[in-house]
Protein backbone atom coordinates (compact mmCIF):
# COMPACT_ATOMS: atom_id res chain seq x y z
CA UNK A 1 0.00 0.00 0.00
CA UNK A 2 1.37 3.56 -1.07
CA UNK A 3 0.34 6.22 0.97
CA UNK A 4 1.65 10.14 1.28
CA UNK A 5 1.91 12.14 4.82
CA UNK A 6 0.68 15.68 4.64
CA UNK A 7 1.31 17.30 7.94
CA UNK A 8 3.52 20.18 8.90
CA UNK A 9 4.69 19.50 12.19
CA UNK A 10 7.95 17.26 11.41
CA UNK A 11 7.61 14.70 14.79
CA UNK A 12 4.18 14.10 13.88
CA UNK A 13 4.89 13.24 10.78
CA UNK A 14 7.74 10.98 11.72
CA UNK A 15 5.44 9.42 14.65
CA UNK A 16 2.49 8.53 12.43
CA UNK A 17 5.44 6.93 9.55
CA UNK A 18 6.33 5.06 12.20
CA UNK A 19 3.19 4.23 13.11
CA UNK A 20 2.32 2.85 9.91
CA UNK A 21 5.31 0.61 9.69
CA UNK A 22 4.56 -0.57 13.13
CA UNK A 23 1.70 -1.35 11.49
CA UNK A 24 2.75 -3.24 8.06
CA UNK A 25 6.53 -3.00 7.14
CA UNK A 26 5.20 -3.40 3.69
CA UNK A 27 3.70 0.31 3.21
CA UNK A 28 5.48 2.88 1.37
CA UNK A 29 5.00 6.53 2.34
CA UNK A 30 5.95 8.06 -1.15
CA UNK A 31 6.18 11.70 0.47
CA UNK A 32 5.94 13.84 3.62
CA UNK A 33 4.13 17.52 2.68
CA UNK A 34 4.64 20.00 4.99
CA UNK A 35 1.77 22.63 3.26
CA UNK A 36 -0.82 22.70 1.28
CA UNK A 37 1.37 24.33 -1.96
CA UNK A 38 4.16 22.21 -1.45
CA UNK A 39 1.25 19.17 -1.09
CA UNK A 40 -0.60 20.62 -4.81
CA UNK A 41 2.43 20.85 -6.16
CA UNK A 42 3.69 17.27 -5.74
CA UNK A 43 0.17 15.92 -7.12
CA UNK A 44 0.05 17.82 -10.08
CA UNK A 45 3.82 16.97 -11.02
CA UNK A 46 4.48 13.19 -12.50
CA UNK A 47 4.80 10.34 -10.25
CA UNK A 48 6.36 6.95 -10.33
CA UNK A 49 3.47 5.60 -8.34
CA UNK A 50 0.30 7.04 -6.97
CA UNK A 51 -0.57 7.06 -3.50
CA UNK A 52 -3.35 4.48 -2.38
CA UNK A 53 -4.54 6.33 0.75
CA UNK A 54 -3.70 10.05 1.85
CA UNK A 55 -3.55 11.00 5.53
CA UNK A 56 -4.17 14.77 5.70
CA UNK A 57 -3.99 17.47 8.67
CA UNK A 58 -6.50 20.11 8.12
CA UNK A 59 -4.81 22.53 9.86
CA UNK A 60 -1.10 23.19 7.78
CA UNK A 61 1.53 26.22 7.81
CA UNK A 62 -0.12 27.87 5.03
CA UNK A 63 -3.84 27.06 4.97
CA UNK A 64 -6.37 24.79 5.60
CA UNK A 65 -5.99 20.91 4.18
CA UNK A 66 -9.32 21.37 2.19
CA UNK A 67 -7.76 23.17 -0.34
CA UNK A 68 -6.05 20.68 -1.56
CA UNK A 69 -8.81 18.61 -2.22
CA UNK A 70 -10.51 21.13 -4.02
CA UNK A 71 -8.42 22.67 -6.23
CA UNK A 72 -7.24 18.84 -7.53
CA UNK A 73 -10.58 17.30 -7.05
CA UNK A 74 -8.61 14.76 -5.44
CA UNK A 75 -11.03 11.55 -5.17
CA UNK A 76 -8.08 9.29 -3.78
CA UNK A 77 -9.27 7.74 0.02
CA UNK A 78 -8.13 10.11 2.70
CA UNK A 79 -7.75 9.79 6.20
CA UNK A 80 -7.76 12.95 7.96
CA UNK A 81 -5.19 13.94 11.08
CA UNK A 82 -5.45 17.00 13.36
CA UNK A 83 -6.47 17.71 16.37
CA UNK A 84 -9.21 20.52 15.76
CA UNK A 85 -12.25 18.35 15.59
CA UNK A 86 -14.77 21.09 14.68
CA UNK A 87 -13.55 20.52 11.23
CA UNK A 88 -14.97 16.89 11.28
CA UNK A 89 -17.89 17.53 9.27
CA UNK A 90 -16.47 18.95 6.64
CA UNK A 91 -13.86 16.56 6.60
CA UNK A 92 -16.77 13.53 6.14
CA UNK A 93 -18.26 15.05 3.20
CA UNK A 94 -14.59 14.91 1.44
CA UNK A 95 -13.65 11.08 0.76
CA UNK A 96 -13.00 10.67 4.38
CA UNK A 97 -12.29 7.26 5.48
CA UNK A 98 -11.43 8.56 9.00
CA UNK A 99 -11.05 11.24 11.22
CA UNK A 100 -8.19 10.69 14.01
CA UNK A 101 -7.53 13.27 16.72
CA UNK A 102 -4.03 13.70 17.58
CA UNK A 103 -1.93 12.62 19.06
CA UNK A 104 -3.09 9.39 17.04
CA UNK A 105 -2.83 5.84 18.86
CA UNK A 106 -1.81 2.75 17.33
CA UNK A 107 -4.75 1.30 17.61
CA UNK A 108 -6.75 3.87 16.03
CA UNK A 109 -4.87 4.25 13.40
CA UNK A 110 -5.17 0.50 13.07
CA UNK A 111 -8.66 0.44 12.88
CA UNK A 112 -8.61 3.32 10.09
CA UNK A 113 -6.23 1.38 7.95
CA UNK A 114 -8.63 -1.70 8.58
CA UNK A 115 -11.73 0.05 7.51
CA UNK A 116 -10.12 1.28 4.48
CA UNK A 117 -9.04 -1.64 3.16
CA UNK A 118 -12.40 -2.97 4.29
CA UNK A 119 -14.41 -0.03 1.94
CA UNK A 120 -11.73 -0.46 -0.84
CA UNK A 121 -13.04 -4.17 -1.03
CA UNK A 122 -16.57 -3.49 -1.02
CA UNK A 123 -18.23 -1.64 -3.55
CA UNK A 124 -19.53 1.79 -2.85
CA UNK A 125 -22.86 2.22 -1.69
CA UNK A 126 -24.66 5.50 -3.02
CA UNK A 127 -26.07 7.67 0.20
CA UNK A 128 -24.31 9.42 3.16
CA UNK A 129 -24.04 6.81 6.22
CA UNK A 130 -26.77 8.58 8.61
CA UNK A 131 -24.53 7.30 11.53
CA UNK A 132 -21.67 8.41 11.22
CA UNK A 133 -23.15 11.82 10.17
CA UNK A 134 -24.91 11.95 13.22
CA UNK A 135 -21.77 11.28 15.44
CA UNK A 136 -19.79 13.71 13.37
CA UNK A 137 -22.51 16.46 14.41
CA UNK A 138 -22.34 15.23 18.50
CA UNK A 139 -18.81 15.46 18.00
CA UNK A 140 -18.82 19.34 16.14
CA UNK A 141 -21.65 20.45 18.62
CA UNK A 142 -20.22 22.98 21.01
CA UNK A 143 -19.69 22.38 24.58
CA UNK A 144 -21.48 23.94 27.24
CA UNK A 145 -19.58 25.11 30.31
CA UNK A 146 -21.31 26.03 33.86
CA UNK A 147 -21.96 29.56 34.35
CA UNK A 148 -22.13 29.84 38.18
CA UNK A 149 -21.68 27.55 40.99
CA UNK A 150 -23.23 26.80 44.55
CA UNK A 151 -21.34 27.11 47.66
CA UNK A 152 -22.19 27.03 50.95
CA UNK A 153 -20.84 29.90 53.32
CA UNK A 154 -21.46 28.82 56.98
CA UNK A 155 -25.39 28.03 57.26
CA UNK A 156 -25.87 30.09 54.28
CA UNK A 157 -25.99 29.67 50.60
CA UNK A 158 -24.11 31.53 47.79
CA UNK A 159 -24.04 31.60 44.24
CA UNK A 160 -20.83 32.32 42.55
CA UNK A 161 -20.21 33.29 39.18
CA UNK A 162 -17.54 31.84 37.05
CA UNK A 163 -16.42 34.84 35.59
CA UNK A 164 -15.81 36.10 39.33
CA UNK A 165 -13.77 32.70 39.90
CA UNK A 166 -9.95 33.97 40.64
CA UNK A 167 -8.97 29.80 40.76
CA UNK A 168 -9.64 26.82 42.16
CA UNK A 169 -7.20 24.92 44.29
CA UNK A 170 -7.20 21.34 46.32
CA UNK A 171 -5.68 21.30 50.38
CA UNK A 172 -5.92 19.25 52.90
CA UNK A 173 -8.07 16.10 51.29
CA UNK A 174 -10.69 19.24 50.30
CA UNK A 175 -11.47 21.62 47.09
CA UNK A 176 -11.90 25.16 47.30
CA UNK A 177 -13.16 27.84 45.36
CA UNK A 178 -11.47 31.72 45.43
CA UNK A 179 -12.98 34.48 44.09
CA UNK A 180 -11.53 37.90 42.70
CA UNK A 181 -12.83 39.12 45.63
CA UNK A 182 -13.57 37.64 48.95
CA UNK A 183 -12.45 34.34 51.27
CA UNK A 184 -11.99 31.30 49.43
CA UNK A 185 -15.01 28.56 50.40
CA UNK A 186 -15.15 25.05 50.22
CA UNK A 187 -16.95 23.12 46.56
CA UNK A 188 -18.14 19.78 46.53
CA UNK A 189 -16.21 18.78 42.97
CA UNK A 190 -12.76 17.49 42.43
CA UNK A 191 -10.24 19.55 40.18
CA UNK A 192 -10.92 16.99 37.59
CA UNK A 193 -14.88 17.17 37.67
CA UNK A 194 -14.05 21.41 37.44
CA UNK A 195 -11.87 20.99 34.78
CA UNK A 196 -14.32 19.68 32.76
CA UNK A 197 -17.05 22.00 33.99
CA UNK A 198 -15.46 25.28 33.36
CA UNK A 199 -14.02 26.93 29.88
CA UNK A 200 -10.66 25.21 28.89
CA UNK A 201 -10.37 28.94 27.39
CA UNK A 202 -10.91 30.82 30.59
CA UNK A 203 -9.45 27.90 33.15
CA UNK A 204 -5.94 25.64 32.94
CA UNK A 205 -4.89 23.10 35.69
CA UNK A 206 -1.77 24.29 36.06
CA UNK A 207 -0.47 21.69 38.36
CA UNK A 208 -1.91 18.84 40.57
CA UNK A 209 -3.61 21.47 43.03
CA UNK A 210 -4.54 24.07 41.11
CA UNK A 211 -6.95 25.34 38.88
CA UNK A 212 -6.57 28.96 37.59
CA UNK A 213 -8.57 31.67 35.76
CA UNK A 214 -6.62 33.58 32.91
CA UNK A 215 -8.32 36.75 34.48
CA UNK A 216 -6.18 36.14 38.11
CA UNK A 217 -2.91 35.61 36.51
CA UNK A 218 -0.79 38.87 37.62
CA UNK A 219 2.54 37.65 36.23
CA UNK A 220 4.52 34.36 35.41
CA UNK A 221 8.33 34.41 35.92
CA UNK A 222 10.81 31.86 34.39
CA UNK A 223 12.94 29.56 36.16
CA UNK A 224 16.18 27.30 35.14
CA UNK A 225 14.75 24.22 34.05
CA UNK A 226 11.89 25.45 31.92
CA UNK A 227 10.06 25.59 35.13
CA UNK A 228 7.65 28.97 35.60
CA UNK A 229 5.95 30.32 38.42
CA UNK A 230 2.82 31.86 38.23
CA UNK A 231 2.16 34.63 40.19
CA UNK A 232 -1.76 34.90 41.29
CA UNK A 233 -4.63 37.57 42.34
CA UNK A 234 -5.49 37.34 45.10
CA UNK A 235 -2.43 35.45 46.23
CA UNK A 236 -2.97 31.97 47.65
CA UNK A 237 -0.76 31.08 50.90
CA UNK A 238 1.54 28.84 49.00
CA UNK A 239 3.51 29.33 45.53
CA UNK A 240 2.14 28.23 42.10
CA UNK A 241 4.27 26.47 39.79
CA UNK A 242 3.13 25.08 36.68
CA UNK A 243 4.25 21.20 36.49
CA UNK A 244 6.48 20.44 33.72
CA UNK A 245 5.33 18.68 31.98
CA UNK A 246 2.22 21.20 31.19
CA UNK A 247 4.25 24.13 30.61
CA UNK A 248 4.39 23.53 26.68
CA UNK A 249 0.55 23.36 26.87
CA UNK A 250 0.25 26.36 29.36
CA UNK A 251 1.98 29.04 26.97
CA UNK A 252 0.16 27.56 24.36
CA UNK A 253 -2.90 28.23 26.22
CA UNK A 254 -1.48 32.12 27.40
CA UNK A 255 -0.74 32.88 24.03
CA UNK A 256 -4.88 32.22 22.98
Given at each position: ?26 IRVL ?5 VSKS ?217
Amino acid sequence: MNVVIVEDEPLSAQGLELLLYEYDPQIRVLAQLASVSKSIEWFRNPQPLQPDLLFLDIHLEDDVGFRIINELNLTIPIIFTTAYDQYALQAFKANSVDYLLKPIQADELAAAIDKFKMLRQTPAKPGVDTAALHQLMEILAPPTYRDRFLVSVGPKLRSVRTDEIAYFFFEDKATYLTPHSGASVSIDYSLERLGQLVDPDQFFRVNRSFLVSQSAIKSVYAYSGSKLKVELNPQPRQDVFVSVDRVVSFKEWMGK
